[in-house]
């Protein structure tokens, strides 16, 4: 049995070509293991707030010194961790804005970006310690991006690889639907984007 944890980050709902990428990939993944569990969390239905001092204090100060309130927070940032804790693959859709990821996705790894959580220091520097996970990125975008002369302001793809690879994932597949704002392209984009999805 799998535990899947679906990352939703983008704001617009029914009209959303990232959630409807996404969502086809939880449905392949579901065909391939009927049997999996399926979390999902919706960042834009349930904000995760922008990184504060008092977020920075109670992440890098003890628990036994926490007050009500950074108990509170902490519980919170734990919480988003175990998530990705307990999944054996995690879906995020991911579409560009402004060349990079949407302002909740970034909150997001504000609060689950942790050392001794997710990743962790020794003498040879940080450590991943979310291993052995797959990662599906459900890109989307109205430009080109996976190749040709916009190729270089994808902020969006290599930062979330980024992050996961920081955390110890490293089996990363991208699926793309690019074009969505280009005439003569934007017809069939997520349909192509759709037909790509493989799931290993």
Do not use: C
């Not at 993944?29 to 999996?36: A, G, L, R």
Request: aromatic residues 12%.
């Amino acid at each position: 049995m799998k535990s899947i944890l679906h990352i939703i980050t983008s704001p617009r709902t029914d009209v959303s070509a990232s959630r409807k990428l996404g969502n086809t990939v939880i449905e392949k993944i579901q065909e391939k293991y009927p049997d999996s569990i399926v979390k999902e969390r919706d960042l834009t239905k349930n904000l995760v707030p922008l990184l504060e001092e008092k977020h920075i204090n109670t992440f890098f100060s003890p628990a036994e010194n926490h007050s009500t309130e950074q108990q509170s927070i902490n519980a919170y940032s734990e919480n988003l961790i175990s998530e990705l804790q307990e999944a054996d693959i995690i879906v995020i859709d991911s579409p560009m804005y402004n060349f990079s990821v949407p302002a909740t996705l970034r909150a997001y790894f504000d609060f689950t970006s942790r050392a001794g959580y997710t990743f962790k220091y020794d003498e040879n520097g940080p450590k991943g310690l979310l291993n052995d996970k797959k990662l599906y990125i459900a890109f989307t975008s109205g430009n080109i991006y996976s190749e040709g002369p916009y190729q270089i302001y994808d902020s969006n793809v290599p930062y979330v690889k980024n992050v996961f690879g920081f955390y110890g994932v490293t089996d990363v597949s991208v699926f793309r639907a690019e074009g969505l704002s280009i005439p003569g392209i934007m017809e069939n984009a997520l349909e192509k984007g759709i037909e790509s999805i493989v799931i290993d």
